[in-house]
Every structure is written in C-alpha cells, then in structure tokens.
C-alpha cells in the first residue's frame, strides 16, 4: 500500500478535542539529549500551579491522558501528587521519561498513586551515563530492563520513543525487531524525526525585531546532512517489516503534502507479525472510543488484545490479510491456536519543518499542546515564549557586500 493520504484515516483531534494533554512540570533534567527543545529557565513548578493547568486541560482540551513531561518529571519532588491528582480527574497519568531516576520501588508507588503508562525516551544522543558512544543496538539491552522491570510489576503499559538522526537512521531495524520480539511486554514504539535550526547562515525575527537564534537550546551553528523525513522512516519500517502500514495521520499546517503523525498497530504473536491495523479499524476505534468514554483515544491501554481484533476483518483488508496470516500459522502449528494475539502501536513524528519564507509547518491538530500563560500553545516551541514572547521567524543571513 503506497504512503497516501487517502489511504489514511485522518484523526479528528482538534485543539478542542485531544486525546493528549501534555503537562509540562519541570524543566530541570537529569542528563542532556540533543535535540531536546527545553531548557533550564524556572525549575520545578509548584503543585498548585500543575494543578490548575491539569484543571485547565481537563476543561479545554477533553484529554484521555495527561503526559507529564519536562524536563525530567521523575525528579520533581511533588510527582507523585501530580500523578494522584490526574487520576482523580478521571483522565490517564502517563509519565515521558528518560528513565534514569526510574526504580522498582519508584514504579510500585506510581501505580499506586494512579500511573497509567510510561513513554520511556531512549537513544543513542542522549549523553546517558554508563551508555556513551552505544549503538540503537546496544541501547536494546537498556530497553529490555526497563521493559521487564515494568511487566514484573504489571498494570501499567509502555511505550519507547526514539529519536530517529540522519546517522542513525539506518538503526531503525534494530529498534523494531527488539520490540517486535517484546510485543508482549511492550506496547509501542514511536521514533521521532531529528530537527534543528542552524545559527551560522540564519536570523531570527520576532516581529521585525532580530532576536538571538543561540539562545535557544534546539539550535546549533550548522548542520550539513539532510533531516530524515517520516516517509523515509516508514519505508525502512516496511522493508523491515512488510506486514506493518500505518491507519492514521496528522497533517502539517503550511504544507499538503507533510505527515506530521503517522500512527498504526501491528497484529501479532510472541512468533510472528500477521499484519497491521488498517483504516477502517482506526476510524472505529476513534468514534467508538469517544462515543462510549467521551474522548478520542491515542495509547492502547491493553496491547493483548486477543482474537477478537479480527472480528472486523469484514470492513477492513488489512485485518482481513493479518487474519489469513494468523490462520496460515496456526495450520502449520496448531499449539498457537491457543497462544495471545497482541496489538503493538508503531508512530512515526516528524518535527517541526523550516520553510524557505520562515514559518514553521507544524503538527495539524498538535497533540502536545502545553498551557503557558493561560494559553494553549505548541510544547516544542514554548521556549520562544519564555525567551522572546511568542513565535519566531527564521530567515537566511544577508550576504555581506564585498567592498
């Protein structure tokens, strides 16, 4: 199936409307990826404040989940207050971490206080202690603790992030078949496209008024390699896995042709991949999700989803091929009849993009809006808020008259 839009269900999460509040807590960190979009400007936010945007959220956004981000949220004094304080709210505490201050103890408190899931963000740039100069490979072994650390305590789901730079985009495969051969333990895998501004051949204009580009933590004087894009990702991840297609999407704001989300789930069993969800089932699962609990959906609760997925194998083909996989395995080894079937969600994001007149083609629908200043704005860019006062512009340097 080719990478089309038409082919695709596209999500009807608005800014109104949202399966994802994303909570911003503290932006004081424990190690320092590159790449990361935050920077240490206030510290920890008091717990009246979280809870009044939590508050605000629940009011504006309709979310199904609050992502608790930062910085590091771990490290925050008051987290697990935060997370109580979510669940209360009938919405989904998911903690976006880089795991380092994660212990067993730790994991056994948060669930107790409501925890949901974990996003454990993990990849070969991020300076990681005990973890420098390692390959997306290696890294596989730092996944696997977390990913059992988490099973052993249980009820509480997990998804990788990685992300994904021009040197390791050929890693991808390594990546996938680790959490394919976990597909019982870990519920999804999201990578995420690297992006950056460059210093040495650009301005930034707030208004008409040149700000300083190097303030900002996302920047850096050059970068000569082209950025990955998520077409590009999705093609490794088929070559790789040829029954995996993404069924849903986000589009960009500037430009038609840009898939700012890709989002799917591959079916199948600690043996094998039979297929992927498709279109139609995405659609389902979105009206159904917010016809019966008021809210769209973004994270699967339950990956072990069991045979009943292929009950809509009628209306979708893609369900209707993985069921033939399924039927074609079980032929040829009858014990699986009786083995889990699981659905294990496969995202794609592709970070904001520079266009040659200075704006940015962001997320249409942006899930990981954040409150600052009483407004809902894009997370990844709230350092232009705190810096500068809002949203800049970036244009290329004049070139010097030569005398």
């Not at 420098?132 to 998804?159: C, P, S, W």
């Not at 078949?177 to 040495?200: K, S």
């Not at 039979?274 to 995405?282: A, C, E, F, I, L």
Request: charged content about 25%; overall charge negative; proline content about 4%.
């Amino acid at each position: 199936m080719a990478l089309e839009k038409r082919n695709l269900y596209r999500f009807p999460w608005s800014m109104n409307d949202n399966p994802i509040a994303w909570l911003e807590i503290t932006d004081i960190c424990n190690i320092h990826c590159e790449g990361c979009y935050r920077q240490h400007l206030t510290g920890h936010k008091p717990l009246d404040q979280v809870k009044e945007e939590i508050l605000f959220f629940k009011k504006w956004r309709n979310p199904d989940n609050v992502s608790i981000a930062g910085g590091e949220p771990l490290i925050h004094p008051q987290i697990m207050e935060i997370v109580a304080f979510i669940a209360e709210q009938g919405i989904k505490p998911i903690v976006l971490t880089n795991g380092v201050a994660l212990t067993p103890e730790l994991l056994r408190e948060l669930k107790r206080a409501g925890l949901a899931g974990f996003t454990i963000h993990i990849d070969s740039h991020q300076n990681r202690p005990r973890w420098l100069d390692k390959t997306e490979k290696d890294l596989n072994e730092l996944r696997q603790h977390f990913a059992d650390m988490i099973a052993v305590q249980g009820g509480v789901y997990v998804i990788f992030n990685s992300t994904v730079y021009p040197s390791t985009f050929h890693e991808i495969p390594d990546v996938l078949h680790w959490g394919q051969a976990n597909i019982d333990r870990v519920h999804g895998l999201v990578f995420i496209t690297y992006r950056t501004a460059t210093t040495d051949d650009s301005v930034a204009l707030y208004g008409d008024q040149e700000v300083d580009l190097g303030k900002l933590s996302y920047t850096r004087e050059s970068f000569d390699e082209k950025f990955v894009t998520s077409s590009e990702v999705y093609q490794i991840l088929k070559d790789t896995c040829p029954e995996y297609e993404p069924s849903g999407y986000l589009g960009g704001t500037l430009r038609y042709d840009s898939f700012k989300w890709l989002a799917g789930a591959v079916i199948g069993s600690k043996h094998d991949v039979y297929g992927s969800m498709g279109k139609q089932t995405m659609e389902v699962v979105q009206a159904g999700h917010h016809l019966l609990r008021g809210t769209y959906l973004a994270y699967l609760s339950e990956s072990k989803i069991g045979r009943k997925i292929f009950l809509l194998l009628p209306w979708d083909r893609t369900v209707r091929q993985a069921a033939r996989n399924w039927w074609r395995d079980v032929v040829q080894h009858p014990g699986r009849f009786f083995e889990s079937v699981y659905l294990q969600s496969i995202g794609i994001i592709q970070g904001p993009d520079l266009l040659p007149d200075g704006r940015a083609d962001m997320c249409d629908s942006c899930p990981d809006m954040t409150v600052y200043d009483g407004k809902l704005i894009n997370s990844c860019r709230m350092d232009e808020y705190r810096l500068f006062g809002g949203f800049i512009s970036i244009a290329e340097k004049a070139e010097e008259a030569v005398g």
